[in-house]
Protein backbone atom coordinates (compact mmCIF):
# COMPACT_ATOMS: atom_id res chain seq x y z
CA UNK A 1 0.00 0.00 0.00
CA UNK A 2 1.18 3.80 0.42
CA UNK A 3 2.11 5.25 3.15
CA UNK A 4 1.82 9.25 3.17
CA UNK A 5 3.77 11.03 6.04
CA UNK A 6 3.17 15.18 6.40
CA UNK A 7 4.95 17.94 8.23
CA UNK A 8 4.73 19.79 10.21
CA UNK A 9 2.11 18.62 12.65
CA UNK A 10 1.83 22.48 13.57
CA UNK A 11 2.63 25.46 11.92
CA UNK A 12 1.72 28.60 13.66
CA UNK A 13 2.50 31.97 11.28
CA UNK A 14 2.08 35.68 11.24
CA UNK A 15 -0.57 37.36 9.31
CA UNK A 16 0.52 38.11 5.51
CA UNK A 17 3.56 35.55 5.83
CA UNK A 18 3.30 32.19 4.00
CA UNK A 19 2.86 28.72 5.12
CA UNK A 20 4.65 25.57 3.54
CA UNK A 21 3.76 22.13 4.22
CA UNK A 22 5.59 19.25 3.31
CA UNK A 23 4.55 15.60 1.99
CA UNK A 24 6.36 12.68 0.95
CA UNK A 25 4.44 9.14 -0.47
CA UNK A 26 6.14 5.82 -0.84
CA UNK A 27 4.29 4.19 -3.82
CA UNK A 28 5.86 5.50 -6.94
CA UNK A 29 2.45 4.17 -8.56
CA UNK A 30 0.27 7.26 -6.96
CA UNK A 31 -0.14 9.35 -9.67
CA UNK A 32 -2.97 12.03 -8.00
CA UNK A 33 -2.34 14.55 -4.79
CA UNK A 34 -4.82 16.39 -3.61
CA UNK A 35 -4.94 18.62 -0.34
CA UNK A 36 -8.02 18.62 2.27
CA UNK A 37 -8.93 21.54 4.88
CA UNK A 38 -11.04 20.74 7.89
CA UNK A 39 -12.17 23.71 9.59
CA UNK A 40 -13.32 22.53 13.25
CA UNK A 41 -16.24 20.61 13.18
CA UNK A 42 -16.47 20.67 9.77
CA UNK A 43 -15.79 18.09 6.95
CA UNK A 44 -13.14 18.30 4.77
CA UNK A 45 -12.53 19.65 1.81
CA UNK A 46 -10.45 20.48 -1.60
CA UNK A 47 -8.52 22.98 -1.85
CA UNK A 48 -6.36 22.35 -4.68
CA UNK A 49 -4.73 19.20 -6.64
CA UNK A 50 -2.11 18.56 -8.75
CA UNK A 51 -1.79 15.49 -11.54
CA UNK A 52 1.85 13.35 -11.48
CA UNK A 53 2.21 14.97 -15.15
CA UNK A 54 2.38 18.56 -13.35
CA UNK A 55 4.92 20.24 -11.42
CA UNK A 56 3.31 23.14 -10.08
CA UNK A 57 -0.47 24.59 -9.82
CA UNK A 58 -1.41 27.11 -8.48
CA UNK A 59 -4.90 28.72 -7.58
CA UNK A 60 -4.66 32.61 -6.28
CA UNK A 61 -3.05 32.61 -2.57
CA UNK A 62 -2.07 28.60 -2.91
CA UNK A 63 0.19 26.88 -5.16
CA UNK A 64 0.83 22.91 -4.77
CA UNK A 65 4.37 21.20 -6.37
CA UNK A 66 5.54 18.21 -6.96
CA UNK A 67 8.44 16.40 -7.48
CA UNK A 68 8.25 12.50 -8.72
CA UNK A 69 11.62 11.58 -8.27
CA UNK A 70 11.81 12.43 -4.84
CA UNK A 71 8.61 11.44 -4.17
CA UNK A 72 7.51 14.59 -2.43
CA UNK A 73 4.91 17.11 -2.70
CA UNK A 74 4.47 20.79 -0.78
CA UNK A 75 1.39 22.91 -0.17
CA UNK A 76 2.40 26.88 -0.29
CA UNK A 77 0.30 29.82 1.26
CA UNK A 78 1.27 33.21 0.63
CA UNK A 79 -0.30 36.30 2.22
CA UNK A 80 -2.04 33.85 4.83
CA UNK A 81 -5.35 35.32 6.73
CA UNK A 82 -7.04 34.36 9.90
CA UNK A 83 -9.12 32.06 8.07
CA UNK A 84 -6.85 30.11 6.51
CA UNK A 85 -6.29 28.51 9.55
CA UNK A 86 -7.37 24.85 9.76
CA UNK A 87 -5.96 21.42 9.25
CA UNK A 88 -4.77 20.86 6.32
CA UNK A 89 -4.34 16.73 5.10
CA UNK A 90 -2.47 16.13 2.06
CA UNK A 91 -3.16 12.50 0.17
CA UNK A 92 -1.72 10.24 -2.29
CA UNK A 93 -4.08 8.18 -4.44
CA UNK A 94 -3.32 4.91 -5.65
CA UNK A 95 -5.03 3.23 -8.67
CA UNK A 96 -5.17 -0.96 -8.39
CA UNK A 97 -7.32 -2.60 -10.50
CA UNK A 98 -10.21 -2.40 -7.61
CA UNK A 99 -10.80 1.15 -7.25
CA UNK A 100 -9.26 4.36 -6.37
CA UNK A 101 -7.73 4.19 -2.78
CA UNK A 102 -6.99 7.53 -1.26
CA UNK A 103 -4.20 7.55 1.69
CA UNK A 104 -3.81 10.37 3.78
CA UNK A 105 -0.83 12.52 5.95
CA UNK A 106 -1.24 12.97 9.83
CA UNK A 107 -2.75 16.53 9.05
CA UNK A 108 -1.19 19.60 9.84
CA UNK A 109 -2.77 22.40 12.37
CA UNK A 110 -2.34 26.18 10.77
CA UNK A 111 -2.95 28.84 13.04
CA UNK A 112 -2.55 32.31 11.40
CA UNK A 113 -1.73 34.71 14.39
CA UNK A 114 -3.54 37.88 13.43
CA UNK B 1 -30.13 18.11 -0.31
CA UNK B 2 -26.94 17.33 -1.82
CA UNK B 3 -24.08 16.46 -0.88
CA UNK B 4 -22.79 13.89 1.07
CA UNK B 5 -24.71 13.30 4.47
CA UNK B 6 -24.32 11.19 7.41
CA UNK B 7 -26.59 10.39 10.58
CA UNK B 8 -26.33 10.33 13.54
CA UNK B 9 -23.60 13.46 14.29
CA UNK B 10 -22.80 11.85 17.44
CA UNK B 11 -23.44 8.71 19.05
CA UNK B 12 -22.25 7.37 22.54
CA UNK B 13 -22.70 3.61 23.12
CA UNK B 14 -21.86 1.22 25.60
CA UNK B 15 -19.35 -1.97 24.51
CA UNK B 16 -22.13 -4.41 23.94
CA UNK B 17 -24.66 -2.32 22.42
CA UNK B 18 -25.37 -2.66 18.25
CA UNK B 19 -25.86 0.13 15.98
CA UNK B 20 -25.32 1.79 12.95
CA UNK B 21 -23.85 4.69 11.41
CA UNK B 22 -25.74 5.76 7.77
CA UNK B 23 -24.03 7.35 4.75
CA UNK B 24 -26.40 8.77 2.56
CA UNK B 25 -25.02 10.97 -0.74
CA UNK B 26 -27.20 12.67 -3.65
CA UNK B 27 -23.78 13.26 -5.93
CA UNK B 28 -24.38 10.33 -8.47
CA UNK B 29 -21.08 9.04 -7.65
CA UNK B 30 -19.95 5.19 -7.72
CA UNK B 31 -17.43 4.94 -4.98
CA UNK B 32 -17.76 4.94 -1.32
CA UNK B 33 -15.90 5.50 1.54
CA UNK B 34 -15.38 5.00 5.27
CA UNK B 35 -12.64 6.55 7.02
CA UNK B 36 -11.93 6.74 10.57
CA UNK B 37 -10.76 9.81 12.10
CA UNK B 38 -8.63 9.91 15.25
CA UNK B 39 -6.66 12.76 17.27
CA UNK B 40 -3.21 12.97 16.12
CA UNK B 41 -3.71 10.21 13.27
CA UNK B 42 -3.97 10.30 9.54
CA UNK B 43 -7.24 10.09 8.33
CA UNK B 44 -7.49 5.58 8.44
CA UNK B 45 -8.99 4.58 5.43
CA UNK B 46 -11.52 1.27 6.79
CA UNK B 47 -13.55 1.06 3.59
CA UNK B 48 -14.16 0.95 -0.22
CA UNK B 49 -17.07 0.66 -2.50
CA UNK B 50 -16.54 0.81 -5.99
CA UNK B 51 -20.47 0.14 -7.92
CA UNK B 52 -22.00 -1.26 -4.60
CA UNK B 53 -19.13 -4.04 -4.53
CA UNK B 54 -16.25 -4.10 -1.49
CA UNK B 55 -13.13 -4.09 -2.97
CA UNK B 56 -10.91 -2.52 -0.38
CA UNK B 57 -11.17 -3.55 3.45
CA UNK B 58 -7.69 -1.91 5.37
CA UNK B 59 -7.55 -4.78 7.76
CA UNK B 60 -10.91 -3.76 9.94
CA UNK B 61 -11.59 -5.53 13.28
CA UNK B 62 -14.85 -7.55 12.34
CA UNK B 63 -16.97 -6.06 15.22
CA UNK B 64 -17.32 -3.04 12.04
CA UNK B 65 -19.53 -4.37 9.28
CA UNK B 66 -20.10 -2.20 5.74
CA UNK B 67 -23.30 -2.32 3.92
CA UNK B 68 -24.14 -0.83 0.43
CA UNK B 69 -27.30 -1.92 -0.51
CA UNK B 70 -27.02 1.14 -3.93
CA UNK B 71 -24.73 3.24 -4.63
CA UNK B 72 -26.27 5.85 -2.96
CA UNK B 73 -26.08 4.58 0.17
CA UNK B 74 -23.92 3.45 2.41
CA UNK B 75 -23.91 1.62 6.68
CA UNK B 76 -21.19 0.91 8.87
CA UNK B 77 -22.96 -1.88 11.61
CA UNK B 78 -21.17 -1.41 15.00
CA UNK B 79 -21.50 -4.42 17.57
CA UNK B 80 -19.32 -4.92 20.78
CA UNK B 81 -16.82 -2.04 20.37
CA UNK B 82 -13.81 -1.20 22.83
CA UNK B 83 -13.48 2.10 23.85
CA UNK B 84 -10.17 2.74 21.36
CA UNK B 85 -13.32 2.54 18.64
CA UNK B 86 -14.24 6.10 19.83
CA UNK B 87 -13.19 8.83 17.08
CA UNK B 88 -15.23 10.53 14.26
CA UNK B 89 -16.27 8.31 11.23
CA UNK B 90 -16.26 10.17 7.79
CA UNK B 91 -17.92 8.50 5.16
CA UNK B 92 -17.00 10.07 1.35
CA UNK B 93 -18.18 9.11 -1.87
CA UNK B 94 -16.28 10.16 -5.79
CA UNK B 95 -16.27 8.34 -8.96
CA UNK B 96 -14.55 5.65 -9.28
CA UNK B 97 -13.57 5.72 -12.82
CA UNK B 98 -11.65 8.23 -13.14
CA UNK B 99 -9.02 10.67 -10.50
CA UNK B 100 -11.36 12.89 -9.11
CA UNK B 101 -12.32 14.81 -5.55
CA UNK B 102 -13.38 13.37 -2.69
CA UNK B 103 -16.44 14.67 -0.87
CA UNK B 104 -16.81 13.76 3.01
CA UNK B 105 -19.66 13.94 4.99
CA UNK B 106 -19.85 15.98 8.57
CA UNK B 107 -19.02 12.61 9.99
CA UNK B 108 -20.30 11.04 13.11
CA UNK B 109 -18.86 11.75 16.59
CA UNK B 110 -18.72 8.01 18.05
CA UNK B 111 -18.00 8.01 21.89
CA UNK B 112 -17.55 3.97 23.36
CA UNK B 113 -18.22 4.22 26.89
Known amino acids: GENVEQHPSTLSVQEGDSAVIKCTYSDSASNYFPWYKQELGKRPQLIIDIRSNVGEKKDQRIAVTLNKTAKHFSLHITETQPEDSAVYFC?????????????FGTGTSLTVIP | ETGVTQTPRHLVMGMTNKKSLKCEQHLGHNAMYWYKQSAKKPLELMFV???????ENNSVPSRFSPECPNSSHLFLHLHTLQPEDSALYLCASSQADHRGELFFGEGSRLTVL
Open chain 2, 49 to 55: YNFKEQT
Open chain 1, 91 to 103: AALLEPETGNQFY
